[in-house]
């Protein structure tokens, strides 16, 4: 009688299929809370805030002073806006296309960040004057100046994305992988055949 081989839990489809669609959830629900965060900080912003009257916060490490930014950071691009709408469609097409293999809810965090991040500024560059494409970023927080002397003024939207290119680049280092194999699962499912190999 042969013994029914286990199935592994990344080739079983069922397991799979949930993880999926817990992942896919995740991935919304950050992408969510981040564009709602930024949108309710920038409408604060631009209804609490004065241009030119930034406020001190911190003795002076934190300063919330708004700006309306054409370009990216330090205002780099400013003659080019209609570039950086482009730019996130297309990182917003390959987070889509990413959340079809999708199955780790780290990753999940990782591109809902990254998504709710972008469709932030997007939202601003659409909407916002002076036109379509066109529209300037609102930026309101500036660290060590009021200006951004040693660092771009930047908004909850950019903060999202530096998180989750950062939290990206920490799973890629530990081997995390967006199907959901763990560096863990991935040593015990080739240690037989690495076993085997080396008695050969």
Known sequence: MTEARPVRPDTDPQPSARRHRRAVFVLILTAVAAL???????????????????????????????????????????????VFPLVTLAVIGWIGWMAGRLRSV????????????ALGNFVDRVF?????????????????????????????????????????????????RRDGVTPRAGLAGDG?????????
């Open 36 to 82: 709602a965060a930024d949108l309710a900080t920038k409408q604060w912003a631009l209804s609490e805030l004065t241009p030119g009257e930034p406020v001190r916060l911190l003795g002076g490490a934190l300063w919330l002073s708004l700006i309306r930014n054409s370009g990216a950071a330090w205002s780099l691009g400013a003659d080019h806006t209609w």
């Open 106 to 117: 780290p990753w999940a965090v990782s591109l809902g960040l990254v998504l709710g991040g």
């Open 128 to 176: 916002r004057a002076p036109g379509v494409f066109l529209g300037h970023v609102v930026d309101m927080i500036s660290v060590f100046g009021p200006y951004g002397q040693h660092f771009p003024v930047f908004n909850l939207a950019d903060s999202s994305l530096f998180c989750g290119v950062v939290l990206a680049v920490l799973l890629e280092l530990t081997g995390h």
């Open 192 to 200: 037989p055949a690495g076993t085997a190999g080396e008695g050969a």
